[in-house]
């Protein structure tokens, strides 16, 4: 009897494990690309990337921080739900002139962890 009561127990728990790593949050991005095209030097300009939490559980953004410090961001501080939405917003501000590419890495608890989203252009005197 004890052998067949630790074997379901063990099943109970094993399956547990598997039904709870099954439950992810995930992203569902509008576009993880944006192009400015032409921009004037020393006017910042801003990106918004939406997306929807497409996972099972709250979707917790850890960090979003830009490739360099010419690119500020801001980002939920608060879980998304399953099925809500949120944005993150990338300010590039540009010195130099000529073509750029940055990027925005965001951490998270949702499937792969990093997401990298790309902004670029050209600035213009």
């Not at 598997?18 to 030097?41: E, M, P, R």
């Not at 939490?53 to 410090?69: E, M, R």
């Amino acid at each position: 009897m004890k052998k067949v009561t630790l074997l379901l127990l063990f099943s109970f728990i094993t399956a547990s494990i598997v039904l709870a790593s099954a439950a992810v949050a995930a992203f569902g991005w509008t576009a993880t690309d944006h192009n400015f095209g032409q921009i004037k030097q020393g006017k910042p300009v801003m990106a918004e990337f939406a997306f929807t939490n497409k996972g099972a559980v709250p979707l917790l953004i850890h960090k979003a921080y830009g490739s360099c410090g010419c690119t500020g961001v801001d980002y939920p501080k608060q879980p998304i739900m399953p099925g809500a939405s949120g944005t993150i917003k990338a300010t590039f501000n540009a010195a130099a002139i000529g073509t750029f590419n940055k990027t925005v890495t965001v951490e998270s608890n949702a499937e792969g962890g990093l997401v990298t989203l790309n902004i670029h252009g050209e600035v213009t005197k």
